[in-house]
């Protein structure tokens, strides 16, 4: 089975402060995607990144930043973390290729900036 | 942009009832899935269809192409069923592998 797996399940931090979430997978998926999800919104695409040291911007990409230097490794980085990036995050991957292939989800990290 | 609209954003129901989840779409796709999150947040796939019909124990999912519109049914509910469910589709269009969300129907099964 594919695993997603996200650093933390619940995280606090400060306004201002740099925050990093992590996320690894393991079935060696090209593409590797950051969402966030608000109530009342859904879900909506931050990053994502379709290879190693690639990422394209998604709906929502102001105030983050990521980073993929190993296949198996998305990084997303809030460079000055503001109370309205609180929020839950899900990171997820897939193949590559011409053809949609599904995306496998991590469990999430509710991140609360205070 | 509303290209993906799910019906009804709440719904309960008791325990056994037939249960009908509609997603509609305004953009060509190449494929539809239905993805189930449970109340600790973690998303799996549940059906992932570009026609006809799929069923997998007591959910099935349906697709009409030409209408643009998607159901998920669960029947014989069950408290466990309890999660929201979402629409997502591949937009022809979008980059690769990117999805469109729909806002998800939270489904609440009472014993």
């Known amino acids: ?114 | 942009k509303n290209e993906v609209e799910q019906s009804p954003q709440n719904l309960t129901a008791q325990e056994g009832e037939f249960i009908t989840i509609n997603c509609s779409y305004s953009v060509g796709i190449s494929a539809l899935h239905w993805l189930q999150q449970h109340p600790g947040g973690g998303i799996v796939s549940l059906f992932m269809l570009s026609s006809g019909k799929k069923k997998h124990g007591r959910l099935i999912a349906t697709i009409n192409i030409q209408e643009k519109h998607s159901s998920l049914h669960i029947t014989a509910s069950h408290p466990r069923d309890s999660a929201v469910y979402i629409c997502a589709v591949v937009d022809y269009g979008g980059s690769q592998g990117n999805l469109i969300f729909g806002k998800g129907t939270k489904l609440s099964v009472k014993p």
């Open chain 1, 1 to 114: 089975d594919v695993k997603v797996t996200q650093s933390s399940r619940y995280l606090v931090k400060r306004t201002g402060e740099k925050v990093f979430l992590e996320c690894v997978q393991d079935m060696d998926h090209e593409n590797m995607f950051w969402y966030r999800q608000d109530p009342g919104l859904g879900l909506r695409l931050i990053y994502f990144s379709y290879d190693v040291k690639m990422k394209e911007k998604g709906d929502i990409p102001e105030g983050y930043s990521v980073s993929r230097e190993k296949k198996e490794r998305f990084s997303l980085i809030l460079e000055s973390a503001s109370t309205n990036q609180t929020s839950m995050y899900l990171c997820a991957s897939s193949f590559g290729g011409l053809l949609y292939q599904p995306q496998h989800f991590g469990d999430g990290t509710r991140l609360s900036i205070l």
